[in-house]
């Protein structure tokens, strides 16, 4: 009916969308958790080609259970170590093992590659704030005059004096709370 052909269309689209789309509609964060599914999902993929094109049919080749119809016939265990036609077949499942590990490096590497990482904590400003000055000393002219004098090589663009902060911090947090997510 109408109702499911306009969600099979919906999920289409949302398979078929670039990343830069997705981060617009979706966000950073789903848009990693997507490209993470995404390379998960072409690992699975090589595994299962290697596993059916490979490992299968070289499992088949032993002789150690049952006939062909039998699930143990299409298992490691239906190879014998002490055959030599077996034991070049389970080298080459150890091969094969050492070369799915690099592989899920590889498609990991490339993962990592595209994550965008901040930390926000590591922000550089050139923002002091200083706490606990007595309120007779919190005179701008003063302030302005011993931070120039103190520290000549610094140029001082404004001075704020602040009294209450905490619904300030409150609302900071909050608002990188909102950025990281």
Known sequence: SRRSKTSYMKNTKILTMREKQLVGLMGPDAVQYLR????????????????????????????????????????????????????????????????????????????????KMTDTNLKITRTVAIENIPDKNCNIEDIKQHFSEAYPEFRIFDIQVVYNVTKLTELSLNLENVVDS
């Open 36 to 115: 993470f599914q995404k390379y998960i999902l072409i690992y699975i993929f090589l595994t299962t080609v290697v596993s059916l094109g490979v490992i299968l049919p070289l499992n088949f080749q032993g002789t150690q259970l049952g006939n062909a119809t039998d699930f143990g016939h299409t298992t490691l265990a239906n190879l014998n170590p002490n055959d030599d036609t077996d034991s070049i077949i389970l080298w080459i499942h150890v091969a094969i093992a050492f070369l799915m590990f690099p592989a899920a490096i590889f498609l990991m590497r490339r993962f990592s590659i595209g994550l």
